[in-house]
């Protein structure tokens, strides 16, 4: 979501405009990412569960997200509450997993005996209608309400029967939701967001090509399985037009809120750049072993000799594995998702809870390196590596991924300090943190890599070899 925050700021968008903004840049296609793998036949590739769990989550985050983001700017008469906000999208997430753990798997025995096919749509539709209007009453879009109640129903007996009976709706009203997006659009204003789409592009492709792809082979995953997961994420379309078109009506909604910016252009965009990075992903996913091939041969060899020895230390600690030396580990993911969700409170809040929050960052960063500096020191001392085994090793191989893992996150702390002050320079701090990450790179492998810098071992030198005769005699030969 960067790059969007990137763009709105650029563009001199207010907050709420480019919080939207950034969700139909950042929101990959989860249709057409599982409609590709099932062309391309990937379904079996190991990356694929990876890739689809992932889609899945981002899709569920996109809408927890848009239920906040919605529920702050509709209109109302008092001023909103954050945290009442936070504690109704607490009760309404709660109240769809409490159906799903205890209420439907003990009453869907009683919704396959509807013989009816007429009344059994009856019974999908009305709940449908139920959980929209749930949702609105919790101040919520209704499409979310719906979101929630097919995830309810996902892993019941009646999914199938209910996704076959309500496909034909679902179809038709797709193609009304398009033709109701399409009629939005203002065919005057698309020359204006075409700059905004030379900008978005380009960034798009970064992240997903070398960012995420990056991110996947850190974790554990092959060059060819990384682009492919990168490569994949590229399509946007329904989560993409989803948020445009609920952002740009809350927003046209609220008259205190200005519409010359996400109001007025946030929908034309959506739908060019659904039309473009769509076109591109197929292609993309197809040539996906040529671009990681083609990286691999051009690519420094401290680049990937430093990625290789991170990779080989976070796959022990990010990837499943039950053996008692990495269990450790389990402290190291709890710290990860506490700071995320500080980040996240960091971001929203301004004034002076921002800056007592921006205080105590430093204090949170130590504490996540204390916890992954615990977590490092067996998968460190136990993975082999392929170089030299020794102390000097270990103990560099050690603080190199403990500068480059602790560095992001110190570096996404200080961004999410620094951008309401002044945005510009979070740009000028991540190129900082990719130098440094580059000559850290360069440094291991010259230590460990090429070995210089290593003390050398001490060699005997025999100055005379010994004579026939007292070898002979030495053996006890005659």
């Not at 978005?200 to 997903?208: E, G, M, Q, T, Y």
């Not at 709890?334 to 995320?340: H, T, V």
């Not at 105590?360 to 996540?368: E, G, I, K, Q, S």
Request: glycine share 6%.
């Amino acid at each position: 979501m960067f790059a969007g925050f990137v763009i709105g700021a650029w563009l001199g968008w207010p907050l709420i405009d480019t919080i939207f903004m950034a969700g139909v840049i950042s929101m990959s296609s989860s249709a057409i990412t599982a409609k590709s793998l099932i062309d391309l036949k990937r379904l079996g590739n190991k990356e694929s569960e990876f890739l689809l769990g992932m889609v899945i989550l981002e899709s569920f985050l996109s809408m927890f997200l848009l239920t906040i983001v919605n529920g702050m700017i509709v209109p109302s008469e008092t001023p909103v509450n954050v945290p009442a906000l936070f504690a109704g999208v607490g009760i309404f997430i709660g109240f769809f997993a409490l159906l799903a753990a205890v209420v439907v798997p003990r009453t869907a025995a009683v919704f396959e005996h509807i013989r009816s096919e007429e009344l059994f749509v009856l019974f999908a539709l009305g709940t449908v209608f139920l959980a929209g209007a749930l949702a609105e009453a919790f101040r919520i879009p209704a499409i979310v309400g719906a979101f929630f109640m097919g995830m309810v129903f996902a892993d019941t007996r009646i999914a199938g029967r209910m996704k076959v009976k309500m496909e034909s709706i679902r179809d038709a009203f797709v193609a009304i939701f398009f033709l109701s997006f399409g009629m939005l659009i203002d065919p005057a204003s698309l020359g204006s967001v075409l700059p905004m789409l030379a900008i978005a592009v380009p960034l798009i492709l970064l992240n997903d090509l070398f960012l995420t792809a990056s991110l996947a082979y850190f974790i554990g995953f092959s060059g060819r399985a990384s682009t492919a997961i990168g490569t994949s994420l590229v399509a946007r379309n329904e989560e993409a037009i989803l948020y445009a078109t609920v952002g740009a009506r809350a927003i046209r909604a609220n008259d205190h809120l200005p519409n010359d910016y996400a109001g007025r252009y946030l929908t034309p965009f959506a739908g060019i750049l659904c039309i473009v990075m769509s076109s591109l992903a197929p292609i993309l996913m197809t040539q996906s072993t040529r671009i990681a091939d083609f990286f691999t041969r051009h690519l420094p060899k401290s680049i990937t000799f430093g990625a290789e020895l991170v990779k080989r230390t976070l796959k022990t600690v990010i990837m499943p594995n039950f053996l008692p030396i990495y269990r450790r580990k389990r402290l190291f993911q709890a710290s990860i998702i506490l700071y995320a969700a500080w980040i996240i409170d960091l971001t929203v809040t301004t004034g002076m809870a921002h800056l007592a929050m921006s205080i105590f960052t430093p204090v949170l960063v130590f504490a996540v390196w204390a916890s992954t500096r615990h977590a490092f020191r067996d998968p460190v001392r136990h993975t082999n590596y392929g170089v030299d085994t020794g102390p000097f090793s270990r103990s560099a191989i050690e603080a190199f991924v403990l500068r480059i893992v602790v560095g992001a996150l110190a570096v996404v702390g200080l961004v999410a300090i620094v951008w309401q002050y002044y945005w510009p320079s979070t740009l000028v701090i991540l190129y900082t943190y990719f130098l440094v990450v580059i000559f850290s790179m360069k440094v291991v492998y010259r230590r460990l890599g090429l070995g210089v810098g290593r003390r050398p071992t001490p060699i005997r030198l025999v100055r005379h070899m010994p004579a026939a005769r007292s070898w002979r005699a030495a053996s006890g030969r005659r």
